[in-house]
């Protein structure tokens, strides 16, 4: 069974940064792609950014120049830096791993094998 936990929420200004931490317990990290999705109140969850097995990186438009994504197979960790944050960025961010996936489909929720539980992002104006 692998459990992924993020950390790294909290509240911050218009125009600041946060970094999230997503930790997975799991012998193969490697073998999954890791995403980041976000649902924020009365909105459907939705895609943020995504690395594949490769390293190949893919962003929604709306992260695009602003989140970057990364990971670290020896640590079995996943990031996601946020800066120029917005109030709209704010939402609960969820971080979910893949086995085996790659292409389009890492752009879809159901894609997903196992997800945390989310940590809260509050960005005020």
């Known amino acids: 069974q692998v459990q992924l936990v993020e950390s790294g929420g909290g509240l911050v200004q218009a125009g600041g940064s946060l970094r999230l931490s997503c930790a997975a317990s799991v012998r193969t990290f490697s073998s999954y792609a890791m995403g980041w999705f976000r649902q924020a109140p009365g909105k459907e969850r939705e895609f943020v950014a995504v690395?594949?097995?490769?390293?190949?990186?893919y962003y929604a438009d709306s992260a695009k120049g602003r989140f970057t994504i990364s990971r670290d197979n020896a640590k079995n960790t996943v990031s996601l830096q946020m800066n120029s944050l917005k109030p709209a960025d704010t939402a609960v961010y969820y971080c979910?791993?893949?086995?085996?996936?790659?292409?389009?489909?890492?752009?879809?929720?159901?894609?997903?094998?196992?997800w945390g539980k989310g940590t809260l992002v509050t960005v005020s104006s």
């Open positions: 690395i594949a097995r490769s390293g190949t990186t």
């Open positions: 979910a791993a893949d086995y085996l996936g790659s292409g389009s489909s890492l752009l879809r929720s159901t894609s997903y094998d196992y």
